[in-house]
């Protein structure tokens, strides 16, 4: 599994747009970069509880830009879409199942054109540290 999050060092003002793009929009940008940290914390405590053979074949990466894409690519999946994210329940009171279109990088063009974009993506986080 490999996930890519926006990192909570962008600027502000990459993460005022990136707040008009939220179906639940934060109050402020200073509470959506607490929600993104609380992302990452939540991410990397969940990795730190898998078995080491699992731990090898998840990878979280954080970008520094606006978001190049938004999907999740697993196995020979990528699914693409808009991913759910931390929100306090209490402020927010909305759980949203959101669709994604899941397509097979093995057959589809798109998928093969998205994965080589998205490859190119998480080289570049390894050799820039921003890997977790």
Known sequence: VELMSISPDVSDEILVELNKTIPIAAPNIEKLREEIIENRRRIVEFKNTLEQSQKERFHYYEYLGAPP?????????????????????????????????????????????????????????????REF
């Open 69 to 129: 894409f938004h999907c999740i690519l697993v196995d020979d999946y990528l699914y693409f879409g808009l991913v759910n994210y931390h929100k306090s329940p209490m402020e927010y009171r909305v759980v949203e199942n959101r669709p994604c279109i899941k397509l097979d990088t093995k057959s589809i063009d798109f998928a093969q054109r998205i994965k080589k974009q998205y490859e190119s993506f998480v080289n570049e986080c390894k050799q820039e540290g």
